[in-house]
């Protein structure tokens, strides 16, 4: 019996230890991982990437901030390359999509929606060079890039409400058209910001 | 171009996987190599702060009650900062404290490696909450999965009573694994344009006059180690696909590998410490068989696209690029998709609601094996407990006692593996049959169809598994939703970790038996579709009514 007690006695001190070298550690790993981490790392940050580290804003010829490389933007004035689908509207306080399911109805709704508008407002364009990613939600709601093709197709729409000729958008498009990443990775793109930021300054 | 960057990608891996293993492994040996010299004098004071004097081995039920207990007081801590984290500095946003089943779903979610997500992190946490709750508790639920893995991969492969001392393991995943990598890259993301302030929203007046609110923070810092530890959890709601967490194609490959490399690696640290690096190898050839088949479908299904819009006389040679981004296109996208749900990380650059139905399979299918390289350590033990079944279900075959790495397998250990088995598909399936059954879950659904069946097996399958991700059109932030994932994510972690750390205990005390020519190989070829099989068998005959019932019944409809 005393063997058993005493062994049980062994088992519950060392219990107690352990709790308090988990609290110990615990509250020592709360510190290094939850806040000297971070601010280690924002202070590095801070030093060696400012403009990455703060947003990569975007400015224009005067210096106004522009809104940011990354985050797209709502374009309603169809003399503007349009971006993508986005619920949200662009309102990048938030992020989102309504995740429709393939099968969601109210999806084949809003993509044929989004078709009719086309044509009301691309009369020169047939639908079947309508590319599918113009006309979908992107997953973030702030997609800031269309694709090459989708920038191309809204051509003859902007040459005719601007004046600009075809070729010169056609050049724009090129010139604004981003390789995949080390020239292999994602996709090539055109940033629809930056590329319609060009634009108001070749309107002025 | 799509495959050769996929192959490229798949190439860096299988460059970086092995010395990643090797590395782990003179981590956790515990025998004095060259990186002592550099991290030895940092662990020395935290060993002395915690006051760990000998670093004595432990028995497996002192490993357990240890990790459990350091999770316990990093969840209580964090409980309660979540709930105060109104008034607590850095909260530039006036962000309000979150109520209580939300606060139990996402202190579990994040201890358990989890990172389900039922807020979203733009409106819901503050700054100091992102650092001092959500990136420490990233940093920990992952080392301490390490660490138990390590542990179960010492108690099967060495002789004695001990299987590792849980606090020198813990401090050293931490000092020589995460934090370096995670310094590492989070200054490699900020080069790239991830932001890393603790400034406010900004506030931008757009090319069309309008005012933009822009969403940011303290992003990079919480980004590597989201993907280094496998824990998933965005910093902002659509995590990975925001394109402040995710800004190129370049950042997503990194993003990809990070989550990926320790994972892949782990296999090369079990090789070395079974010296035999063939034993790594057919865990490792197995993990990659399924990962390349899961692989091929996704990027299939996605690149054919969604018959529902093809249909419409558009363009839509792309593919479905419904819930996608133009940066990553099909090949990052479904690449991301597939690793994700591999390595148990749970963060996404898409929105698998908006998979196809083949495309969202992958990832539900993945979760529901949890054995294609799995989250921080879980993955490797998973499928070491399948290679313990598939022995056993040989040997019978044969008519001879089983043996695994020169031990008898007997009733104790298949018994605890029959639990940890079996749990997994029980948590998924009974609750969400219940969510079927009653109004509270029934009424989160938010697609008509089989897509919802779909969002409510996704929700659970992701909970077991400790991924993370989700359907996310599921409108999951109720108290029905947050208490009963919360359950199901604790149970699977908790139930299986335990009782896998038993049955490493009953191997490490059991005399090696001699190897014959009659032994029974387990580090060849044979062995590794054995282990496909028994793998696919149990999972198969697990999943597949229900697997039938949503992905494949939505096929079926919009084909």
Known sequence: MSTITKDG??????????????????????????????????????????AQANGSLLKDKEGNVVGSELIGQAFTDPKYFQGRVSSIDYKAEASGSNNYGPSNPDMLERTKASIEQWKKDNPDVPIDQLPIALITNSGSGLDPHITPQSASVQIPRISKLTGISEQELQSLVDEYTENRDLGIFGDKRVNVLKINLALREALK | MDILQIIIVIGILMLIAKPLGNYMYHVFSNESNRTDKIFGPIEKPIFWIIGLKKRAGMSWRKYAISFVLTNVMLVAVSYVLLRVQSGLPLNPNDIGNM??????????????????????????????????????????????????????????????????????????????????????????????????????????????????????????????????GTNGGGFFGVNSAHPFENPNGTTNVIEILSMWAL???????????????????????????????????????????????????IDASQGSMEGKEVRFGIAQSALFTTVTTAATTGTVNNMHDTLTPLGGLVPLAEMMLNVVFGGKGVGLVNMLMYAILAVFISGLMVGRTPEFLGRKIESREMKL???????????????????????????????????????????????????????????????????????????????????????????????????TLGTFRTDNALFTFLLLGTVILIGALTFLPAIVLGPIAEHLTIR
């Open chain 1, 9 to 50: 006695q062994a088992e519950s001190s060392s219990v107690g230890s352990i709790l308090w070298m988990a609290l110990r550690m615990s509250i020592l790993f709360i510190i290094l991982c939850g806040i000297a981490y971070p601010f280690i790392s924002t202070g590095l940050a801070q030093l060696l990437f400012p």
């Open chain 2, 99 to 228: 109520e209580p089943t939300l606060v139990m779903n996402t202190v579990i979610s994040f201890i358990t490696n989890t990172n389900l997500q039922h807020y979203s992190g733009e409106t819901g946490l503050t700054y100091f909450s992102q650092m001092a709750v959500i990136m420490m508790m990233m940093f920990t639920s992952a080392a301490t999965g390490l660490s138990v893995a390590v542990a179960f991969v010492r108690g099967i492969t060495t002789k004695g009573s001990t299987i590792g001392n849980f606090f020198e393991d813990f401090v050293k995943a931490h000092i020589r694994i995460f934090f370096p990598l995670s310094i590492l890259i989070t200054l490699v993301l900020v080069g790239m344009h991830v932001p890393q302030t603790l400034d406010p929203t900004l506030s931008v007046t757009t090319l069309e006059g309008a005012t933009q609110q822009i969403a940011i923070g303290p992003v990079a810092s919480l980004e590597s180690i989201k993907h280094l």
């Open chain 2, 263 to 313: 994972a892949a690696g782990l296999p090369f640290m079990y090789g070395r410490f079974a010296k035999s690096k063939k034993q790594g190898w057919v865990i490792f050839s197995a993990m990659m068989i399924l990962f390349l088949v899961f692989l091929t479908i996704a990027y299939t299904a996605e690149k054919s696209g969604n018959p529902l819009l093809n249909g419409l006389g």
């Open chain 2, 417 to 515: 593996i029959a639990i940890a088995i079996l749990t997994h598909p029980f948590i998924i399936l009974a609750p969400t049959a219940i969510a079927f059954l009653t109004d509270l879950g029934k009424g989160a659904i938010t697609n008509p169809g089989y897509h919802g069946i779909s969002q409510v097996l996704y929700e659970f399958t992701s909970s077991a598994a400790n991924n993370g991700s989700g359907f996310e059109g599921l409108a999951d932030n109720t108290p029905f939703w947050n208490i009963s994932t919360g359950l199901v994510m604790f149970f699977g972690r908790y139930i299986s970790m335990i009782a896998l750390l038993a049955v490493a205990g009953s191997m490490n005390r059991k005399q090696w038996v001699p190897e």
